[in-house]
C-alpha cells in the first residue's frame, strides 16, 4: 500500500479571492492564480515517494457559476505546473448531502481505491476545519496551516505555512517508514 499527502486546492495550490468576507476560488481560467511559492514544498513531497492528491469542493458547479470546461482547464494548468497525481472535486452544494462534500470523507475513500493508499499512514495539509475533520475521523495525520479556518476542532500539528507543512511532515514520514521496517525485520 502507499502512502498519500491529501491537499487542499483553494488556499494552498491557488489564492482565492476576498468578495464579501467570502473567499472565492477562480471561476475560469483567467482567474487562476497559482502559489508558485508551493512548487518546492509539493516536490520535496514527491522526491520522498508520497502520492499527491488534491481534493477540493467546488459547488459553484452545482450552482453554475463554475463550468466543468472552466474547472478541467483550471485543473490542467495546476496539474502540470505542480506534478499533481490526482485531483478530486467534489461538484455538489452542502445542502445537497452528498457523500464527497468535505468533511464527509468520499474524496479520501475514493482515492484509497483508487490508489490503494494506506490512509492510516497517510496525511492531510489544509487551511480549512473541514479536512482536519475529515483527517481525524478517518485516521489520517492532518497538518494544518494556522488561520481563523482551522476551527477549534481536533489537529494534529498545525503550522505557519507549508513549508513548515511539509518539514514536519518530511520528518513523521520518516520516522514511520523506519518503525515499520523495524518491525518487518522482527
Ligand atoms: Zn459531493
Known amino acids: 500500500m502507499r502512502t498519500g499527502v491529501f491537499i487542499e486546492r483553494d488556499g494552498i495550490l491557488n489564492r482565492t479571492r476576498l468578495i464579501r468576507g467570502q473567499a472565492r476560488p477562480p471561476r475560469t481560467p ?56 490526482d485531483i478530486l472535486v467534489c461538484p455538489h452544494d452542502e445542502s445537497e448531502y452528498c457523500p464527497c462534500h468535505k468533511p464527509r470523507p468520499g474524496m479520501f475513500t475514493e482515492a484509497a481505491w483508487s490508489w490503494n493508499l494506506n490512509l492510516d499512514q497517510s496525511y ?53 517508514t523506519r518503525l515499520a521496517a523495524g518491525k518487518a525485520v522482527i
Open 124 to 176: 492531510v495539509i489544509s487551511d480549512k476545519w473541514q479536512d482536519s475533520e475529515a483527517a481525524h475521523n478517518l485516521g489520517l495525520t492532518s497538518l494544518m496551516i494556522k488561520n481563523p479556518r482551522i476551527g477549534t476542532g481536533h489537529h494534529d500539528f498545525v503550522l505557519k505555512n507549508i513549508h513548515q507543512a511539509v518539514e514536519k511532515l518530511l520528518v513523521l514520514n520518516k520516522a514511520k
Open 30 to 85: 483567467s482567474e487562476l492564480e497559482l502559489n508558485y511559492e508551493a512548487k518546492d514544498a509539493i516536490t520535496r513531497l514527491k522526491q520522498a515517494g508520497l502520492l499527491i492528491i488534491v481534493t477540493t469542493n467546488q459547488p459553484g458547479i452545482s450552482d453554475g457559476s463554475i463550468s466543468y470546461r472552466d474547472l478541467d482547464e483550471i485543473h490542467q494548468q495546476m496539474q502540470s505546473f505542480f506534478d499533481l497525481d
